[in-house]
């Protein structure tokens, strides 16, 4: 089936440092990727739509300027938190979407990225 | 606009009986309808989803959800709940239009007792 990998799978950084978080999909090429973020406990939200290719799309509320996405190639995207804050530290999760033809509403998830900010 | 609403945040099970996980959709189009399951601090898996098809619909490990239109619903059931279904279940809506995203649900956690 269709994974999705992510890495690290955690880090832990100081405050005012940048984090790149990274992710695959290992046996598809995924036009558009989705970046969520999951506070313990809670639903995920969704943070952004990243697009090959062009710029990513994001969510009321989310800032663009701290949360940068680039969708470099139809198999890899990449999230990096900018000045990472504690209040930043939450649950990463990418998820892929298999393309047209297949199965078109299917996301298919990675396994998340915990990011803690001391 | 569309949302999810699970009627449960928590339900416990003995092993060996029914479970049933609660969920109600609101969309302005025709949805495609999900259940994931997360375990502690692992990503999400797709148990099953729903497309147009058939109502009825069939996912891994037992689990099975039916789409029930006239009440907007979509709930999950499995026959005999085993001690690894414990974790988390979303139910997940798509809007089936544009970008597809994906509207979660609050989450139910499923405790099972032995």
């Known amino acids: ?118 | 606009a569309q949302s999810v609403t699970q009627l449960d945040s928590h339900v416990s099970v003995s092993e060996g009986t029914p479970v049933l996980l609660r969920c109600n959709y609101s969309s302005s189009y025709s949805p495609s309808l999900f259940w994931y399951v997360q375990h502690p601090n692992k990503g999400l898996q797709l148990l099953l989803k729903y497309t147009s098809a058939a109502t009825l619909v069939k996912g891994i490990n037992g689990f099975e959800a039916e789409f029930k239109k006239s009440e907007t619903s979509f709930h999950l059931t499995k026959p005999s709940a085993h001690m690894s279904d414990a974790a988390e279940y979303f139910c997940v809506v798509s809007d089936g239009k544009g970008r597809r995203a994906l509207t979660f649900g609050s989450g139910t956690r499923l405790q099972v007792q032995p």
């Open chain 1, 1 to 118: 089936g269709a994974v999705v990998s992510q890495h690290p799978s955690w880090v832990i950084c100081k405050s005012g440092t940048s984090v790149k978080i990274e992710c695959r999909s290992l046996d598809f090429q995924a036009t558009t990727m989705f970046w969520y973020r999951q506070f313990p406990k809670q639903s995920l939200m969704l943070m952004a739509t990243s697009n090959e290719g062009s710029k990513a799309t994001y969510e009321q509320g989310v800032e663009k300027d701290k949360f940068l996405i680039n969708h470099a190639s139809l198999t890899l995207s990449t999230l990096t938190v900018t000045s990472a804050h504690p209040e930043d530290s939450s649950f990463y999760i990418c998820s892929a979407r298999v393309p047209a033809g297949i199965s078109t509403d299917t996301q298919y998830f990675g396994p998340g990225t915990r990011l803690t900010v001391l």
